[in-house]
């Protein structure tokens, strides 16, 4: 992904999310895709998707069962 796109992806998420806290960082392995961050925790990341001209992005976020709260009733 270019330089612009990615600053506009993480002000699109920044904006939608609420927080200055999310940052997208450049993946080494991988030019269709960012890392996306929490301050300094790694939350997901994010896949471009280019068929024929048409853009789209998509947001992967995986949690773990042991990250979630305890049982709330």
Known sequence: MQTSE??????YLRDKLGTDRI???IREKSDDSVEVHLADE???VIYRDDDEGEISYAFHMTILEMDLPEDIR
């Open 42 to 44: 790694f939350i997901g």
């Open 6 to 11: 990615i600053v506009r992806l993480q002000q």
């Open 23 to 25: 940052s997208l960082r």
